[in-house]
């Protein structure tokens, strides 16, 4: 059976995948501490993995037994509000850390795990977009979006050669803890559109930026 890796699986979008996915695949679900949701799923569970230090990768690699990744999905992420009168210095270097320097580092450290047929999927923001930003505000959370973005771009160029797909997906507005409940899909709903886009996923298409309902992005 096929093996995804995903990290943020406690909660929320990221316990839904591991709920759809374990259909099909073998799952290990990262996350720093597991919900009881995520507990009584038929899936390995990896604790205590912040994804920022470097002894998240040894412990996955460790986790894996010389198994290999056949999807990767990073779904850890973290929102701190920071508007321009409350410039919150430190909350913005905290979410480039999460949500852009830590996916690219554990992509890298991952990679000799990967076969020719992996794929890499960061779940982003819309927020993200430069074109689509029409309402300013959240710096961090856009800046670091973007950032992830870009890596994920340059990442579907770098590894083409390993036949490996990279895509960034937007999961919608989605009732989460993150959206304090607000939104217009349930994490489940959201899975599942992720998981549809996954599947159409292949080297034609990588380095793209998705919305779960299938439309393209602009960057």
Known sequence: MPLAVVTGANRGIGLELVKKLKTDFSV????????????????????????????????IVRALEGREIDLLIQNAGIFRKTS????????????????ALAPLRLTKDLLPSMNKNSKVIFITSRMGSIEDNSSGGSYGYRMSKSALNMAARSLSHDLRDQKISVATIHPGFVRTDMTDGAGNLEAGEAAEAILQVIKGLGLSTSGRFWHSNGEELPW
Do not use: H, M, Y
């Open 28 to 59: 290990l679900a990262c996350c720093r501490k597991a919900s009881p949701e995520l507990r009584q799923l038929e899936a390995q569970v990896l604790e205590e993995i912040e994804v920022t230090k470097e002894e998240a990768k040894e412990r």
């Open 84 to 99: 321009l009168e409350e410039l919150n210095l430190d909350g913005i270097r905290e979410q480039f850390e999460v949500n």
